[in-house]
């Protein structure tokens, strides 16, 4: 998720972004707060992002062990589980549409392991790495022995160039310190016509202009705000090609709506889908649907000759 936490002793500062990783710009205007954050965009590009940036040791805070799910009740557990792997078929549906069915796959932040346990069921040879142990451990039992599971950053991968015919990193590129990098990183490890496949939140989407300085992206974990527009150009920039934009529905129940209101509440809102779930039959809180949840799918190519 995050290329933060490998030291003992995270700092305690706050990072300000001097120039803009999209296009070196200098110029950021104010745009609103998000967890007490600075939102700024670059003036050059269009790209958000905050700045100052959380230190490090306040992302270690965040990322605590049951990060990639809604507190400790088991049922939050069972709810967040079910529409992941809802989400990862519908992602695997439309990799499918664009000819990627199978080969040597590589999720980026695999979290509990819910789109690889799905992928593993479509002929994709699978692994994944995640910065969390909890994570990896969460991952591992779900998946067949001998999967492999890495736990660090993408780093620890560095010495396996081009062993991968797609990666996948979902709601991951908006957490990382240097998008710019990781992309770089992403296409080293893919062989040449290898693909990347990206999810992250949209700040162009009907929720984020309905939202304003409400939207439910804004977290002081998600570092930058991208649009088609400005990922297209950072994948471009990184060296991929063919670059498409799909659109960025998730598969959402009500159970799992709510349990990411209660973490993140929102006045009126909050209590409202509560009530919902208290009084609708289970077999309908449970049940996931397609939705469009405010973010974007970005598939994009490494060139088979580069
Ligand atoms: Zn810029």
Redesign the pocket.
């Known amino acids: 998720m995050s290329d933060v936490s490998a030291s003992p002793a995270p700092s305690n500062s706050r990072v300000t972004v001097s120039a ?1 990783p ?4 200098r110029k950021f205007s104010p745009v609103c707060l998000s967890a007490g954050h600075p939102v700024v965009r ?1 003036e ?2 269009q ?1 958000h992002l905050l700045n100052p940036q959380p230190s490090d040791a306040e992302l270690v805070e965040i990322y605590h062990p049951h990060y990639s799910f809604f507190g400790d009740e088991q049922a939050a557990g069972v709810a967040v589980s079910r529409c992941k792997q809802a989400t990862a078929a519908h992602y695997l549906d439309q990799l499918a549409k664009s000819g990627i069915s199978g080969g040597r796959l590589l999720e980026v932040g695999c979290g509990d392991g819910d789109f690889l346990v799905q992928a593993a069921r479509r002929n994709f040879s699978v692994e994944g790495i995640d910065y969390s142990p909890h994570s990896c451990r969460k991952s591992q039992a779900k998946l067949p022995p001998g999967t492999p599971v890495h736990c660090g950053e993408i780093s620890v991968l560095a010495g396996r160039s081009a062993s991968y015919e797609l990666c996948v990193a979902c709601d991951v590129i908006e957490h990382v310190r240097q998008p710019g990098v990781f992309l770089d990183t992403v296409r080293n490890l893919l062989q040449p016509g290898g693909w990347i496949f990206l999810v992250t939140p949209d700040f162009a989407s009907w929720t984020a202009r309905l939202m304003g300085s409400r939207w439910l992206e804004f977290k002081a974990e998600h570092l930058f705000y991208f649009t088609p527009t400005t990922l297209r150009r950072q994948l471009t920039q990184a060296g991929f090609t063919d670059i498409r934009i799909l659109g960025g529905k998730k598969m959402l129940s009500l159970d799992y709506v709510t349990w990411h209101f209660v973490t993140y509440p929102v006045v009126g809102i909050t209590p409202v889908l509560r009530f919902l779930r208290a009084v609708l039959p289970k077999s309908w809180s449970q049940r996931p649907w397609l939705v469009p949840a405010g973010g974007f799918v970005a598939l994009a190519r490494k060139p088979a000759r580069s």
Do not use: A, K, P, T
């Open positions: 803009c999209l296009c070196d710009g670059c050059g590009c790209l």
